[in-house]
């Protein structure tokens, strides 16, 4: 199972970037997905969480701005990113807790996506 997330880059602020993420391999379900960003010298951190039916969870700092998203049948996630500032500089992560085709019944893993930079300049 791989998740490849893509459509990191720089950006001035006040720009917007959307971000995506796509699971692939020995895929039988995906539970809740959603995006983290680790800052320099910082601890990682969740920015938006999805859930299958489309429930969304945002950290404050990015409600009115940032918004996810996600697409069952290709088995992806999105974060559209307005409104940008240097603040929000980081890699970010897509995570996502998948089930495995013949695997247990139940049994949940979480995956990490190998992080897109984002880069806003003031």
């Known amino acids: 199972v791989q998740l490849q997330a893509s459509g990191g880059g720089l950006v001035q602020a006040g720009g917007s970037l959307r971000l995506s993420c796509a699971g692939s391999?020995?895929?039988?379900?995906?539970?809740?997905m959603g995006w983290y960003r680790q800052a320099p010298g910082k601890q990682r951190e969740l920015v938006a969480a999805?859930?299958?039916?489309?429930?969304?969870n945002y950290a404050n700092f990015v409600k009115g701005r940032f918004i996810i998203s996600r697409d069952g049948a290709k088995n992806t996630v999105y974060l559209q990113m307005n409104a940008l500032t240097p603040e929000d500089t980081a890699v970010y992560y897509c995570n996502a807790d998948i089930m495995l085709r013949g695997g247990l019944p139940g049994k949940w893993y979480a995956y990490w996506g190998q992080g897109t930079q984002v880069t806003v300049s003031s």
């Open positions: 999805i859930t299958p039916g489309g429930s969304t």
């Open positions: 391999g020995n895929i039988f379900s995906i539970n809740n």
